[in-house]
């Protein structure tokens, strides 16, 4: 059951969605396949069911603070499930782009810490590094201990071992070109909304 908190629904949020996202969410049945599939859906963070229907009720301000399309990881499990093929992936884009024009704050606030983290252990190692990653947002977000419970069962159980991962690999040539690649769009359009960031 869907909750307003007594929101007034903006009535053009829903086309406004269905137009940046291209995915037809009136087709939705609610019939939470989705969310049964997706492995970011838990009673805290809800999943993609409930934010359909936060867009289709036109809750704007959940919608956009949801933290559903914040944690979404785009693996793509909730429209291969999807009886009528909607593209959560592009609904969270279309809300992460919204969510940024109209200056509304990530449910979590560490939430872009730990991309940038994981985006450039990617661009060092040519894949994320679980275990720098984790230490890094941990030190970094002054909670060093959080996940050494976690840390050392998984050690003991072999399922990691931290001195291979510590050492870690290097990115080959085609992942370097890809973030060059990215790095210079990103600079373009900066230069395209004269920020010249
Ligand atoms: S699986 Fe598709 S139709 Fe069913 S609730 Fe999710 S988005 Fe709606
Ligand atoms: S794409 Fe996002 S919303 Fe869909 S199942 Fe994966 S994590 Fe969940």
Redesign the pocket.
């Known amino acids: 059951m869907i909750r307003l908190n007594g929101a007034a629904a903006e009535k053009d949020f829903l086309s406004r969605v269905i137009e940046k996202s291209g995915q037809n969410l009136l087709a ?8 049964g599939g997706c492995p970011i859906s838990s009673a805290e963070v809800g999943g ?2 409930r934010l ?1 229907a936060q867009i289709l009720y036109g809750a704007k301000q959940e919608a956009l603070r949801d933290p559903t399309w914040w944690y979404c990881v785009a693996c793509g499990t ?1 429209m291969t ?4 093929e ?1 593209n959560m992936y592009q609904v969270a884009t279309a809300l992460c782009e919204m969510a940024e024009h109209e200056n509304v704050q990530p449910s979590e606030p560490n939430i872009h810490l730990f991309e940038e983290l994981f985006l450039k252990s990617v661009e060092r190692h040519g894949r994320a590094n679980e275990l720098k990653v984790v230490m890094n947002f941990n030190l970094k977000t002054r909670q060093p201990f959080k996940d050494m419970g976690q840390g050392l069962k998984l050690m003991r159980k072999g399922a990691i071992s931290p001195g291979e991962m510590l050492k870690g690999g290097r990115a080959d040539e085609r992942v370097k070109r890809i973030f060059s690649r990215i790095s210079s769009r990103s600079s373009s359009k900066a230069d395209e909304k004269g920020t010249g960031e």
């Open positions: 939705c049945i609610q019939c939470g396949k989705c969310s993609p069911r359909v909730c499930r999807c009886p009528v909607i």
